[in-house]
């Protein structure tokens, strides 16, 4: 069974361009999720779908970021426009009944 | 709010060597604990997890305890190797329900002297 697959793996844009973010849960999970980490801090959450809805955005820096997730399979999480604060490594996690997340490799997003 | 802290920040311990990595959380409200590594440049895999109405799991050379109500888990590495090298990540999932986000730490990273 195929795990969580991201792409791009890095990414480099410059300030004011716009990047999105692939991820592929595994196969039949309904749950996805999205966390980054910045700067050297700690792994953060930015939102969760249930299927193709929105369960939980708190994470969410501002509206710069815009995730979806049509038709309940792959998610993209677009960044228009990219500051330099968002550079960092975003991760995504499935799950099929929310206990345990299982995570992607990230994508490394550098902003200059 | 949630907060995770993990002490001490880097470990390096000898080849052979038992080694207990800490992690600590301020609310006990807790719904599970997961503990995953990360290897340089590659993503998170999970080791253990612990619901909250558990004390401990075992996986292998690997047991990680939980007491939820002082805010505390370890994670135990019997017999360290060299392949243990990797940065050990602690997260928490709040009670509630809907509430399914994990609160991280910033990790212990450790290295295994051969």
């Known amino acids: 069974e195929a795990g969580v697959t991201q792409f791009p793996s890095h990414s480099v844009i410059e300030k004011g361009q716009t990047v999105t973010l692939r991820c592929d849960p595994i196969?039949?999970?309904?749950?996805l999720y999205w966390y980054r980490r910045v700067m050297g801090k700690e792994i953060k959450f930015l939102l969760h779908?249930?299927?193709?809805?929105?369960?939980?955005e708190s994470g969410m820096p501002n509206n710069r970021f815009l995730a979806e997730r049509t038709g309940g399979t792959y998610s993209t999480l677009k960044v228009q426009p990219a500051e330099l604060e968002d550079s960092g490594v975003y991760f995504c996690?499935?799950?099929?009944?929310?206990?345990?997340?299982?995570f992607g490799p990230g994508t490394r997003l550098t902003v200059t | 709010k949630q907060e995770v802290t993990q002490i001490p920040a880097a470990l390096s311990v000898p080849e052979g060597e038992n080694l207990v990595l800490n992690c600590s959380f301020t609310?006990?409200?807790?719904?599970?604990l997961q503990w995953f590594r990360q290897d340089p440049g590659k993503g998170l895999t999970s080791l253990l997890l612990?619901?909250?109405?558990?004390r401990e799991q075992t996986s292998g050379r690997l047991n990680a305890s939980l007491d939820k109500s002082s805010g505390r888990s370890t994670l135990y590495i019997a017999a360290s190797q060299p392949g243990d090298s990797a940065t050990y990540l602690c997260?928490?999932?709040?009670?509630?329900?809907?509430?399914?986000?994990?609160?991280f730490g910033t990790g212990t990273r450790l290295t295994i002297i051969p």
């Open positions: 612990i619901q909250s109405s558990q």
């Open positions: 997260a928490v999932r709040g009670g509630g329900f809907g509430n399914e986000k994990l609160t």
């Open positions: 996690a499935s799950s099929s009944t929310g206990y345990e997340q299982y």
């Open positions: 779908f249930v299927k193709e809805s929105k369960q939980d």
């Open positions: 196969s039949g999970h309904d749950n």
């Open positions: 609310d006990s409200a807790i719904y599970n």
